[in-house]
């Protein structure tokens, strides 16, 4: 069984930082992308960053700049840096990855979420 699951999640004030990070276990052959999306209340879930295998990565060009997006391979983990922080930033963060599990009858990428992790951005 393969479970993604994030922390670092919580209460930050406009113009702050936060880092967040997202660990998959389990039964894992391979990881391919891994990434991070963002849904606020009342809107559809959105792209904000994802990073392959060998380290390529691709931003929202709302978090450009601010945010940066990296991964720890031996670890199975991506994490997400948040800087400058902003009210519209506000949502539930969820980690993506593109896994082969262990014992798979099929070779190819699946993918998996985490159960997200809540960020507001507030005074």
């Known amino acids: 069984q393969v479970q993604l699951v994030e922390s670092g999640g919580g209460l930050v004030q406009p113009g702050g930082s936060l880092r967040l990070s997202c660990a998959a276990s389990?039964?894992?052959?391979?990881?391919?992308?891994m990434g991070w999306y963002r849904q606020a209340p009342g809107k559809e879930r959105e792209l904000v960053a994802t990073?392959?295998?060998?380290?390529?990565?691709n931003y929202a060009d709302s978090v450009k700049g601010r945010f940066a997006i990296s991964r720890d391979n031996a670890k199975n983990t991506v994490y997400l840096q948040m800087n400058s922080l902003k009210p519209e930033d506000t949502g539930v963060y969820y980690c993506?990855?593109?896994?082969?599990?262990?014992?798979?009858?099929?070779?190819?990428?699946?993918?998996?979420w985490g159960k997200g992790t809540l960020v507001t951005v507030s005074s």
């Open positions: 993506n990855a593109a896994i082969i599990p262990v014992g798979s009858t099929l070779p190819r990428f699946v993918a998996y």
């Open positions: 389990g039964s894992i052959f391979s990881i391919s992308n």
């Open positions: 990073i392959s295998s060998g380290g390529l990565t």
